[in-house]
């Protein structure tokens, strides 16, 4: 239950703040994911970083921006954000050459007010 | 790009009974296809999956069977126990990209 961390794991937020959402993994994977999880919706691919680079960037509004400093860190830094965002965002971090099973962290609760 | 349809929403069936959750895929170039586990303020964890070459596999009370023709792929539990209430999502995607495109969830409860 702790390869995959995440803090903080609530944040109410307003649409003026800027915060940052943190995920660590102590799994030694090389890829990690930032997902959004909705009431009655997929989760939602935002961003996936592989070898720290970003690969793949599912046509997110700008005010969400990913950084990966290293391959066991994953930020995503939140602006000027909107009720809508409010959502469980959830990390999660792979090893690409051992199959594909992805290990997600506990989440972040996030409320826009 | 992949596209991901899973039935029901939700599954209400009796403990001891079987339960089946039904996910279709787009993508003809899709080849490997995991099975996810949520628990109530959890984090989804992988339960099984199935890669393209198999038709069927099995772990203990779970299966999941795959046609490729059709495009569409199943979890069966059987025996159903209190524990294994919780959202199930299938996904889907190929061999080389590490993106996962997720189904919408099946909400299971076992009635005692």
């Known amino acids: 239950e702790t390869g995959v961390t995440q803090t903080p794991r609530h944040l109410v937020m307003g649409m003026t703040n800027k915060k940052s959402l943190k995920c660590e993994q102590h799994?030694?994977?090389?890829?990690m994911y930032w997902y959004k999880q909705s009431a009655k919706k997929p989760l939602e691919l935002m961003f996936v970083?592989?070898?720290?680079?970003?690969?793949e960037n599912n046509s997110v509004p700008s005010r969400f921006s990913p950084e990966c400093p290293n391959s066991s860190h994953l930020f995503l830094h939140l602006h000027t954000l909107q009720p809508e965002d409010s959502a469980l965002y959830l990390c999660?971090?792979?090893?690409?050459?051992?199959?594909?099973?992805?290990?997600f962290g506990p989440g972040t609760r996030l409320t826009v007010t | 790009g992949e596209n991901v349809e899973q039935h029901p929403s939700t599954l209400s069936v009796q403990e001891g009974d079987s339960a089946v959750i039904k996910c279709t895929y787009s993508d003809s170039a899709s080849n490997y296809f995991p099975w996810y586990k949520q628990e109530l303020g959890k984090r989804p964890q992988l339960i099984i999956d199935?890669?393209?070459?198999?038709g069927e596999k099995k772990d203990q009370r779970i299966a999941v069977t795959l046609n490729k023709t059709a495009k569409h792929f199943s979890l069966h539990i059987t025996e159903t126990q209190p524990e294994d209430s919780a959202v199930y999502f299938c996904?889907?995607?190929?061999?080389?990209?590490?993106?996962?495109?997720f189904g919408t969830g099946t909400r299971l409860t076992i009635i005692p």
């Open positions: 970083y592989s070898l720290e680079e970003r690969v």
């Open positions: 996904a889907a995607t190929s061999f080389g990209n590490e993106k996962l495109t």
């Open positions: 199935i890669r393209s070459n198999v």
């Open positions: 799994l030694g994977h090389n890829a």
């Open positions: 999660a971090s792979s090893q690409e050459d051992r199959g594909h099973e992805q290990y």
